[in-house]
């Protein structure tokens, strides 16, 4: 029941965070609101970490006061329907989060597993008390699958942090970026100075600092400006690319390693 409740509510924040992380750029968002789904992220560990917390206090009291199991049957083949229909749409959950790359459909995902592995831990424990008669094994496997939810709400945790602070894209995708800069510059005859990359849920932005020769006219610098990001851009649909000029150089052609990454 408990785990149930969470998902809902769970379910509920994500879809809310999604079609928040839709809306475009406004007045007070220049940059759109990509990160909503971060904040439904964080709620879900929010939520997957308060099931912990009961659960273990409920394992507890048990292992301290055995009680005797009261229809165990009912309540092992629902715990099992639970724990498969859990399991299937966290499968289908995970493949539209990649597809779209939702950080609230990922959590979400993570948070029906572990709904699921909370319902087979009841079946597993239900079933080895009434084989083996030991009151004190069926919470004791509950204590086990509330520190696993602890593990998985921790880790969610740690990872909307981190894409809280601006993480640079994937390290797949920032080696296409980087070759694809490194071989415009070396055509065009330009010198990158940086490439910087932040990744905000769905989105991602890349930044690229150019130097141009000083024998360039605006025309010029303005097409192989064009160039850069139409072939960045080209990589990923959707992605924010801005190219910057950092200075002049000498009218001449810069080494294709001039690329840095920061």
Do not use: C
Not at 150 to 177: E, H, Y
Not at 233 to 240: K, N
């Amino acid at each position: 029941m408990l785990e149930t409740l969470t998902v809902t509510i769970g379910s509920g924040i994500a879809v809310a965070a999604i079609r928040v992380s839709g809306q475009g750029p406004d007045a007070r968002h220049a940059f759109g609101h990509a990160k909503a789904e971060y904040f439904a992220s964080f709620l879900d560990a929010v939520l997957i970490l308060i099931t912990m917390i009961l659960i273990l206090i409920s394992a507890i009291d048990r292992l301290r006061h055995p009680q005797p199991l009261e229809n165990a049957w009912l309540g092992t083949a629902i715990a099992f329907g639970s724990s498969l229909f859990s399991l299937y749409f966290a499968r289908k959950l995970f493949r539209t989060a990649r597809q779209e790359r939702s950080v609230s459909l990922q959590a979400e995902a993570r948070h029906l597993v572990v709904s699921a592995v909370v319902s087979l831990g009841v079946v597993t424990g239900v079933m080895l008390t009434l084989l083996t008669g030991w009151q004190r094994l069926d919470p004791a496997i509950a204590l086990a699958a509330g520190l696993m939810a602890g593990v998985t709400g921790i880790a969610i945790l740690a990872d909307t942090l981190q894409g809280l602070m601006d993480s640079q894209i994937g390290r797949g995708s920032l080696a296409a970026v980087q070759r694809v800069v490194a071989d415009d510059a070396a055509e065009l005859g330009i010198t990158v100075l940086a490439v910087r990359t932040r990744a905000a849920g769905s989105e991602d932005f890349v930044e690229v600092v150019v130097a141009m020769p000083d024998t360039w006219s605006v025309q010029q610098a303005r097409a192989a400006s064009d160039r850069l990001e139409r072939d960045i851009a080209a990589l990923q649909p959707g992605r924010h690319v801005t190219v910057a000029l950092g200075g002049g150089v000498p009218d001449a052609a810069p080494a294709p390693d001039a690329v840095i990454s920061r």
